[in-house]
């Protein structure tokens, strides 16, 4: 069963850095790219990344990608998403999810992660 679990949120300060990691189910990455989103009070769902399990390939979404980095461990059991320079506007839970292509389109992707909160406050 695919499964998808992300850690590492919180609160920090405007200008800080955070690292998001989603564990995901065995073999995930062998079939499965992994894409992260979030969702701020109000605001439409928005793909920031997504990073292609086979060959770990990007993509981006251009507002984040100076400041963004999606990776993924050599086991092929987690992908990270790097978030540095945080704005207060990033606040928002940020979700992982898979998909059976790369996209940042949440449509596309057949299993989500339940979210964690990322706060960024002074």
């Known amino acids: 069963q695919l499964q998808l679990v992300e850690s590492g949120g919180g609160l920090v300060q405007p200008g800080g850095s955070l690292r998001l990691s989603c564990v995901v189910s065995e073999r995930t990455l062998d079939y499965y790219s992994v894409g992260w989103f979030r969702q701020a009070p109000g605001k439409e769902r928005e793909g920031l990344a997504c990073i292609k399990g086979t060959d770990g390939s990007t993509i981006y979404k251009e507002s984040v990608k100076d400041r963004f980095a999606v990776s993924r461990d050599n086991a092929k059991t987690t992908v990270y998403l790097q978030m540095n320079n945080l704005r207060p506007e990033d606040t928002a839970v940020y979700y992982c999810?898979?998909?059976?292509?790369?996209?940042?389109?949440?449509?596309?992707?057949?299993?989500w992660g339940r979210g964690i909160q990322v706060t960024v406050s002074s």
């Open positions: 999810a898979a998909a059976h292509w790369k996209s940042l389109t949440s449509t596309d992707f057949v299993a």
